[in-house]
């Protein structure tokens, strides 16, 4: 049976054990957690008989099996650990399979494929018997990075005002350990219960508060070029802490939203708000300005000139530095006539 996250750490922390455990897929940050969690099961003083832990593809299958059908040692269970699985071709990981079918109930195998799903017919065969538990964990999409930093900071008691997220989002993307890290960092240092404000990103992450995703978003929002061109143009004094394509995403996903809007009948605020899952009216307020600033025709050419300048960056039709084609995208954007074709 396949479990969240949430679901199957909640399991653990309940004491609720399954012989045997697969953990596969391409976030590898939810797996390490859970890892964690599986080796927190033997207390410090039995770990040197009670917990052992292999790296693949350095052992036998034979071997871990073999360690997994012994009795625990003055324990109730023993935990085994598999690590990088995904290493293993599918007919190696098949090998592991005689022994998912029929597990030592006194043991909790834990077989890791970290950044990939598992392989092996015969082993995922035997992994949906009643016995096993599996999660499988995949990279977030962009569109999910803001309301995970939001969960994340409220499971430190933290919350933070919308450019902040913005901020953050901009700054690591979707790195998950990077971003549980930061978040972290911002718990430490902040006092309980303290509302993240951009100054606080800027000061104890490292992000500017004038030059970011967010800020660049705004001034297209209300054409204001000068801003527009100073914010670009810092970002190209630092192309690698700024790399074009996340910028040209969150640009396409605003424009994407603003074309939804103009075929949404009501435009006001709060169905704005309600259209775009927002929770602040401030965050409405670049959609008004965009819908008025830019027509449907308008956005219409402009995402299309977002995937031409996608296409150019990554080595399609152009050689041409990156930042010499984002300038030339922001002018476009900025001077686009929306004009039908004839």
């Known amino acids: ?68 059908r012994q009795a625990p040692f003055g324990v109730e269970h023993q935990v085994v650990i598999l690590k990088e699985a995904q290493a293993l071709r599918a007919d190696e990981l098949n090998r592991y399979h ?34 096993v538990e599996v999660f499988e964990t995949k990279k977030l999409w962009d569109s999910q990075i803001r309301p995970e930093i939001t969960r994340c900071l409220g499971s430190k008691g933290l919350t933070a005002d919308p450019k902040a997220i913005d901020m953050l989002a901009q700054h690591i993307g979707t790195d998950l350990s990077r971003l549980y890290n930061e978040i972290e960092k911002l718990a430490a240092i902040l006092p309980p219960r303290a509302r993240v404000t951009p100054e606080a990103v800027e000061q104890h992450i490292g992000v500017s508060k004038e030059y970011n995703t967010f800020e660049l978003i705004d001034a297209l929002a209300v054409k204001d070029a000068s801003k527009v061109f100073t914010i670009v ?95 030339e995208l922001v002018y476009h954007i900025l001077t686009a006539p929306g004009k039908l074709p004839l």
């Open 1 to 68: 049976m396949a479990q969240s996250f949430e679901s199957l750490r909640a399991m653990l922390d309940a004491r609720q054990y399954k012989p045997v455990y697969l953990l596969h897929g391409e976030e590898g940050f939810y797996i390490d957690q859970l890892v964690k969690k599986f080796e927190a099961i033997i207390p410090e003083e039995e770990r040197d008989f009670n917990l052992h832990v292999f790296y693949a593809p350095r052992v036998e299958p034979d071997t871990v099996a073999g360690v997994c």
């Open 233 to 327: 143009n810092a970002f190209g004094g630092n192309p690698k802490a700024n790399p074009t394509i996340p910028l040209a995403s969150s640009l396409f996903g605003f424009f994407s939203d603003l074309l939804i809007l103009h075929y949404t009948p009501d435009k006001s605020e709060r169905s704005i708000m309600a259209a775009m899952k927002l929770k602040a009216a401030i965050q409405a307020k670049r959609y008004i300005a965009g819908l008025q600033n830019y027509n449907a025709f308008k956005v219409i050419e402009i995402i299309h000139a977002i995937r031409e300048f996608d296409c150019q960056v990554k080595g399609n039709g152009s050689r041409r530095n990156e930042y010499q084609l984002f300038h």
């Open 98 to 131: 005689s022994y998912v079918e029929a597990p030592n109930p006194q043991t909790i195998f834990v077989i890791c494929c970290r950044g990939e799903k598992a392989k092996g017919k015969d082993l995922l065969a035997a992994c949906k018997k009643k016995h």
